[in-house]
């Protein structure tokens, strides 16, 4: 059974960081990355590393988060600095199966961004 389990969300001052980690278990996964859902729009994928390490972001965070993987742990990770208040969104991990390429996602942890 594919599990995705977030943690490392919260309330940061605008400028502040925060460090997003999301532990995968039950298959081997191949692409893996960091979505998110700001209150009245659609979910995004916001960034993504391949099992080799390649990375992609979109332009909105490009040069302020960095994303991260442990393959050993099968754990990817979110470093998120200069964050801004329109970050503020609800953040899930995605992951694609390494054989099948079938995608999940995770249940989300809220990040709001806020003085």
């Known amino acids: 059974q594919v599990q995705l389990v977030e943690s490392g969300g919260g309330l940061v001052q605008p400028g502040g960081s925060l460090r997003l980690s999301c532990a995968a278990s039950?298959?081997?996964?191949?692409?893996m990355g960091w979505g998110r859902r700001a209150p009245g729009k659609q979910r995004e994928l916001v960034a993504s590393?391949?099992?080799?390490?390649?990375?992609n972001y979109v332009a909105s965070v490009k040069g302020r988060f960095t994303i991260s993987r442990d393959n050993a742990k099968n754990t990817v990770y979110l470093q998120m600095n200069d964050l801004e208040p329109e970050d503020t969104a609800v953040y899930y991990c995605?992951?694609?199966?390494?054989?099948?390429?079938?995608?999940?996602w995770g249940q989300g942890t809220q990040v709001t961004v806020s003085s």
């Open positions: 995605n992951a694609d199966l390494l054989l099948t390429r079938r995608n999940y």
């Open positions: 590393i391949t099992s080799g390490g390649n990375t």
């Open positions: 039950g298959s081997i996964f191949g692409t």
